[in-house]
């Protein structure tokens, strides 16, 4: 039987209670003063807690812990199960080395979960697939970063580097085949083919042509630089491209003030003046479960 690990999400009820301290009137009080939905948010934590003690029945022999309870590198399972949304899914990856995952929304009326194999809506289905091996393995591209040498988390989604503040503008000289430009904007994104829908499509569709939605298993990244001062630009060619595997993308940060990067917005790293990051597909593709 293989070791399965469920990391479920916390709803929004159970975690601005525990966050809070609050009761369960006083949370009801709070989400009234604030206008909250507060209809939607119970039913929300309802079907979610549904879910959850669904799936432990359906596959009572797997261990399922929260969210916040995962501090450390998931060693000793087969297979990790995400319980949630997107952000829930990426969070998970950044514990999991080489386990296959499976991505499962639990709350698919309020949660899009473009990254999850399957919804709530699937649950018997997929504990069946489980427990029979009835699965294949599917490898997404990750990002691999250093910042002066040193390795830090891998990217399921994307890598943003750019200044913590939103009013200040973003310096870096770009390095990219050979070529070298400096850029003056609100920061970069080196997205994934998982990435690809997301913040970085956001940022291209109002910004340049090209850089298209693109598959999680393609060996390539897309990068756009994000409102890119226009005296020193990038050219067209250039403002929104990719780096395919074998090639590397070089920042070498001239911030001003509070620089830093982020891996899939979860984790912080300094990139302040003089830091050097480079960034490339990684050979170690995430391995995702699709039942």
């Given amino acids: 039987m293989a070791r399965i690990l469920i990391v479920a999400k916390q709803s929004k009820y159970e975690y601005e209670r525990k966050k809070f301290e609050l009761s369960h009137e006083e949370i009801i009080a709070k989400y009234s003063a604030e206008r909250a939905n507060l209809e939607a948010i119970l039913q929300s934590h309802d079907g979610q807690l549904k879910t959850r003690l669904t799936l432990q029945e359906l596959l009572p022999d797997a261990r399922l812990i929260m969210m916040d309870q995962l501090k450390e ?11 949630g949304g997107d952000n829930s899914f990426i969070y998970v990856t950044h514990f999991i080395g080489n386990i296959p995952i499976l991505g499962i929304n639990s ?26 091996e009835k699965f294949r393995i599917e490898n997404w591209t990750r990002l691999q970063a250093t910042i002066d040498g040193k390795l830090i988390t891998p990217a ?16 870096h000289i770009l390095i990219y085949r050979g070529k070298e430009y400096e850029q003056k904007s609100s920061g970069i994104i080196i997205a994934t083919g998982a990435g690809s829908t997301g913040w970085y499509d956001s940022a291209n569709r109002f910004s340049w042509p090209g850089g298209d939605r693109f598959d ?34 070089i920042l070498h940060s001239l911030n001003d003030g509070d620089g830093y990067a982020t891996a899939d917005s979860w984790e912080e790293f300094d990139f302040s003046r003089g830091r050097k990051a480079v960034i490339r597909i990684s050979d170690k593709p995430l391995k995702i479960i699709i039942p």
């Fill in 73 to 83: 590198q998931i060693l000793d399972y087969d297979m990790v199960i995400s319980l």
């Fill in 216 to 249: 999680k298993t393609e060996q390539k990244a897309a990068f756009i630089v994000t409102e890119p001062y226009r005296y020193v630009a990038l050219p067209s060619d250039v403002h929104a491209s990719y780096i395919l595997a074998g090639e590397e993308l």
């Fill in 107 to 132: 709350d698919p009326r309020r949660s899009t979960g473009a990254l999850c194999a399957v919804t709530a809506n699937s649950i018997e289905r997929v504990a069946k697939s489980i427990q029979n």
């Fill in 156 to 171: 399921t989604s994307e890598y943003f580097f750019g200044e913590k503040l939103r009013k200040d503008m973003s310096r």
